[in-house]
């Protein structure tokens, strides 16, 4: 499929629907940000503490590039990886795809550029190397 890092399920809620019975394109972001954050948990996992307010992130920028429609009955999953890493940012990119007929069909894909950031000194910092190992 892609050099995804990690697969996340989506549940598709009625609430997601427009009148057409499309998901409504501002869900494909929210869905993305599900990922960033599933993956992103599953990146550390439970051996690593961080302190957030030392060593957080900034969503910088979001593109979404839409492919076909979802639909409210459509089993849905996001693939997620990090596709670009810099000294103080890296880039998130993902291919959301339906699976019809037991085949995964692609329906949108994004890309989201992350800024790591230190809050108590309200300053971008480097990304730690211990992320840009597991990440890579």
Same mark, same amino acid.
Request: a neutral charge.
């Given at each position: 499929?892609?050099?995804?890092?990690?697969?996340?399920?989506?549940?598709?809620?009625?609430?997601?629907?427009?009148?057409?019975?499309?998901?409504?394109?501002?869900?494909?972001?929210?869905?993305?940000?599900?990922?960033?954050? +599933? !993956?992103?948990?599953?990146?550390?996992?439970? &051996?690593?503490?961080?302190?957030?307010?030392?060593? $957080?992130? %900034?969503?910088? @920028?979001?593109?979404? +590039? !839409?492919?076909?429609?979802?639909?409210?009955? &459509?089993?849905?999953?996001?693939?997620?990886?990090? $596709?670009? %890493?810099?000294? @103080?940012?890296?880039?998130?990119?993902?291919?959301?795809?339906?699976?019809?007929?037991?085949?995964?069909?692609?329906?949108?894909?994004?890309?989201?550029?992350?800024?790591?950031?230190?809050?108590?000194?309200?300053?971008?910092?480097?990304?730690?190397?211990?992320?840009?190992?597991?990440?890579?």
């Amino acid at each position: 499929m892609t050099p995804y890092k990690h697969k996340t399920q989506i549940q598709i809620r009625f609430k997601d629907v427009d009148r057409l019975g499309h998901v409504n394109n501002a869900n494909h972001i929210t869905y993305f940000e599900l990922a960033r954050v +599933e !993956y992103f948990n599953a990146l550390m996992g439970d &051996d690593v503490k961080i302190d957030w307010e030392s060593e $957080s992130l %900034i969503l910088a @920028k979001m593109e979404m +590039e !839409y492919k076909q429609p979802i639909l409210l009955e &459509d089993k849905l999953f996001v693939y997620t990886w990090v $596709s670009r %890493i810099g000294s @103080k940012s890296f880039d998130m990119s993902c291919t959301i795809v339906r699976v019809i007929n037991g085949v995964e069909v692609e329906a949108a894909k994004g890309l989201a550029v992350i800024v790591c950031f230190n809050y108590k000194t309200n300053q971008t910092i480097l990304v730690p190397q211990d992320w840009k190992r597991r990440m890579m």
